[in-house]
């Protein structure tokens, strides 16, 4: 029966760590501070925003949500990540997608100031964790999955790592986090073009799974012993839960569980990971906006 990751206990690890940096900087001066640009009222959007906005709050950073109406204009849009990127007091600025269909969110991603962009998405940032350069952010789920290796002793040297699904938000940053020198793991990383994935699942000693397609992964599909981190979050109505519907993952839990060797659940896995991951990129952000001030600050004593 596999060991269950508890991702919550572990965000809890680091968020309190987070919270005593932050009572550090506040010491100093500086509080950190995220901004996060929500557009329209899609609903599971809100609830994320909520969310972020309550472990800002929680690990003593300040936090601000912005509500811009759907049929805000791109100018509008581009105005207001102008004013975040001027901000002195605001640290992080994550704009919550999906943007509104007659947005594509991809130059807007752009416009955020790449030291402010905690979610990694700018391409600098994309380029800078790609090659390594401690500069960059990397984007939260894929920082908090390797938390979750690192924090529960899950050997990646020289083993074999497979990542099902290919985006930009979770897979292709995770690739080259586990290749990279440190964790040195083998990646194999296959995707909905791949014919069959199974013999490649079960070849993983590592298997990352982030589709978002209930059910993908059986207990067929996976290795004796092997880590399963499932990355899926997708509602299916659940009449019997009160808010009409519960959060499932992409691997059949119940049955995986007594092949794997440690398994993340759904929910209470990954997810918690993300928002804890953020919290740490924007503390990140702040402490290196603080250290760029006081050296302004020297240098400007010294010319006087
Ligand atoms: P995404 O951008 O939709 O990527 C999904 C990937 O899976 C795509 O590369 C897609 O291929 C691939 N795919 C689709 N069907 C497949 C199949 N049958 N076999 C293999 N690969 C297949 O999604 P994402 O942002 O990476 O998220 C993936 C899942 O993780 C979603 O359920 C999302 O809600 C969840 N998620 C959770 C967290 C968290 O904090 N827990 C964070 C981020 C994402 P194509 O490229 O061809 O479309």
Redesign the pocket.
Known sequence: MARIISGTEISRTIRAEVAAEVALLRGEGTVPGLAVVLVGADPASEVYVRMKAKACREAGMQDRTLKLPAEVTADELFGVIDGLNADPGIHGILLQLPLPAHLNPKPFLERIHPAKDVDGFHPLNVGRAFIGDPRGFVPA?PAGIMEILRREAIPTHGRHAVI????L???KPLMSLLMAPGPNAGVTL?????PD?APHTRMADILVV????PG?ITADMVKPGATVID????RVADEADPRGYRIVG?VDFDAVSEVAGAITPVPGG??PM?ITMLLRNTVDAAKRAHTRERRGGARRSTRR
């Not at 982030?210 to 397609?213: E, F, R």
């Not at 990355?231 to 997708?234: F, I, L, M, R």
């Open positions: 789920t099902v699904g290919r985006s938000i979770v897979s296959v995707h909905r073009h791949t994935i982030a589709v978002g397609k993908l990355v899926g979050t997708t992409d990954v997810g993300t």
